[in-house]
């Protein structure tokens, strides 16, 4: 074994991001994931630009990797045999179809318990299939609305503000596949696999840390702080002398040492500063002390001299700063391979580590393929050709 999840089969049949997301990261680390999408493709394909090529968007290229490619309609008999014949021989099952639709198809949840008792089918929806909102659709800023992620983040005096990233999508891809792991561990001992139920609102509240907790212990909601911590000072973004520095002061003994770097005697060291308690009520004139005395320091200086110092702090980078930076680099965390770019793996296991083989493929790239692995003859994948149940095995045009 090179990769830990070699010798697992994952069929992916799921759109957008948390699906997709999870494939990818099982495909990183050995698993074999088929891609199953439907003959106009992953609405993600589309959503830019950029893009990297015709129907290679930018999002789509970031979560789709090291899966092979099936173009299937699977509103047809046709493509639905062909389903539970990729079902037979796999492990993991990924899924976010709208309530109701696999039951449509003669696959509901008891159904593929029966049929495929070794399978661990991951399904993935905004808000559940049952209760008040199940079965409603949930993209994750409106998860972020209702969960109450939005209420937090933004400044204090301005509106809620939408996390600049797909967060809640991102996390509820790390659970899910977390699930399916401790599934797969599970059915060593039991021999069955089993469904993970698995909703964005559930990851969303489930992060809502420390907020969610503040709640239940005081009562009150609270309230927008912008980049600032509610709960820690200084633990928030100054103006340097050649821009943005973020301090993240945790504990008295930082608070000390980043004064001594500052250089900073008398009112920084004062009582009304001494402990955390104290400086969160003083925040606002704990920003007075600092400032001016931050703004004197270029902040890639200032942060090196910081850490030295062992106080948290770094330079707020762009984008491209962060991933050219030689900490980034020497962490592999870009990836160039036969011309994908991409980012790398974060879990480095040292005995068998991920790696990235290959980029997104176009639609319907692998169906003869991995249907004449699942025994479907020349003349079978033929007329599944000919009926549309196989889309195109080329790559479509933007928008189409």
Known sequence: MTMSLEGIRVIDASRVLAGPMCGQMLADHGAEVIKVEPPRGDETRYWGPPFFREDHSAY????????????????TPGGQAVLRRMLAGADV????????????WGLDDTTIADEFPHLVHCRITGYGTDGPLGGAPGYD?????????????GEAEGPEMRIGIPLVDIVTSLNAMAGVLMALRARDTTGRGQLLDMALLDSALAILHPHAYTYLASGADPVRTGVA???????????????????AV???????????????????AGERFATNPDRVRNRA???????????????????????????????????SEALAHPQVRHRGMVVEED????????????????????????????????LAGLGLDEAEIAELERTGVLGATTAGTVGD
Do not use: C, W
């Open 60 to 75: 789509f290229t970031g979560l789709n990797r090291n899966k092979a490619n099936v173009s299937l309609d699977l509103r």
């Open 339 to 370: 011309g994908y770019r991409g980012i790398g793996i974060p879990i480095k296991l040292t005995g068998t580590p991920g790696r990235v083989r290959f980029g997104p493929r176009d639609r319907g790239a692998d169906n003869r393929a991995v």
């Open 229 to 247: 911590h509610p709960t820690i000072a200084p633990y928030e973004t100054f103006a340097a002398a050649d821009g943005p520095l973020f301090l």
């Open 93 to 104: 099952l990924l899924e976010n179809f709208k309530a109701g639709t696999l039951a449509a």
């Open 141 to 153: 800023a409106v998860i972020q609305a209702n969960s109450g992620l939005m209420s937090i983040n």
């Open 250 to 268: 945790g504990n008295d003994g930082q608070y000390r040492r980043a004064l001594e770097v500052l250089g900073a005697e008398g009112e920084a």
């Open 285 to 319: 004139q704990l920003r007075e002390v600092l400032g001016p005395l931050i703004a004197r320091r270029g902040r890639e200086e200032l942060a090196e001299a910081m850490l030295a110092a062992g106080v948290p702090a770094g330079a707020v980078n762009r984008v």
